[in-house]
């Protein structure tokens, strides 16, 4: 079922110590599940997930928490491949500018209620304007051997200002 997917955001406050649940607005995404997100300035960008069991994501928004407004993003599709499927329990982490997508797991059945896994171990580089929106996906070029498919996984990034 879809028990625990629910479209309730929850914000803590570190300085009083409390929750609160914000009034947003805007395009207000559906309850997900096992989504990516990641944090820039005072927006949060939410990648993909379990919108119903079965039924997955790729679906990206943005939420200003300045003014707490959603936004639906319509990135460009990279020009090398076609844009990232519907997802969930990818990893999804920022540097700069750039947002690594990598991962997660594929329903390849029509019938969300027939779950056919697949495995990804692709890689995707979203390109966030300054401020807000997003530029548009790109599929990097990369060497070597990539890691094996996975779901549920970690990524941690790591950058040394002025560094490569």
Same mark, same amino acid.
């Given at each position: 079922g879809n028990e625990g997917i629910v479209d309730e955001l929850h914000v803590y406050n570190t300085a009083t110590n409390q929750w609160f649940i914000p009034a947003?607005?805007? =395009?207000?995404?559906?309850?997900? /599940? /096992?989504? $990516? %997100?990641?944090? !820039?300035?005072?927006?949060? @960008?939410?990648?993909? $997930?379990? @919108? !119903?069991?079965?039924?997955?994501?790729? =679906? %990206?928004? !943005? %939420?200003? /928490?300045?003014?707490? !407004?959603?936004?639906? %993003?319509?990135p460009k599709s990279p020009r090398n491949g076609p844009l990232p499927c519907p997802r969930l329990g990818h990893s999804f982490s920022a540097v700069d500018s750039r947002c690594y997508l990598f991962g997660g797991l594929a329903n390849d059945s029509e019938d969300p209620k027939y779950n056919i896994p697949r495995y990804l171990n692709d890689l995707y580089v979203l390109e966030l304007k300054t401020g807000s929106g997003v530029v548009g996906w790109d599929i990097p070029v990369i060497c070597g051997t990539p890691p094996p498919p996975r779901e549920s996984h970690t990524a941690v990034t790591y950058y040394q200002k002025g560094k490569p």
């Amino acid at each position: 079922g879809n028990e625990g997917i629910v479209d309730e955001l929850h914000v803590y406050n570190t300085a009083t110590n409390q929750w609160f649940i914000p009034a947003v607005k805007g =395009d207000i995404p559906p309850g997900c /599940a /096992a989504y $990516g %997100l990641i944090c !820039e300035g005072t927006r949060l @960008v939410v990648f993909g $997930g379990m @919108v !119903e069991y079965g039924k997955y994501s790729n =679906d %990206l928004y !943005e %939420l200003q /928490a300045s003014r707490w !407004e959603w936004k639906k %993003l319509k990135p460009k599709s990279p020009r090398n491949g076609p844009l990232p499927c519907p997802r969930l329990g990818h990893s999804f982490s920022a540097v700069d500018s750039r947002c690594y997508l990598f991962g997660g797991l594929a329903n390849d059945s029509e019938d969300p209620k027939y779950n056919i896994p697949r495995y990804l171990n692709d890689l995707y580089v979203l390109e966030l304007k300054t401020g807000s929106g997003v530029v548009g996906w790109d599929i990097p070029v990369i060497c070597g051997t990539p890691p094996p498919p996975r779901e549920s996984h970690t990524a941690v990034t790591y950058y040394q200002k002025g560094k490569p």
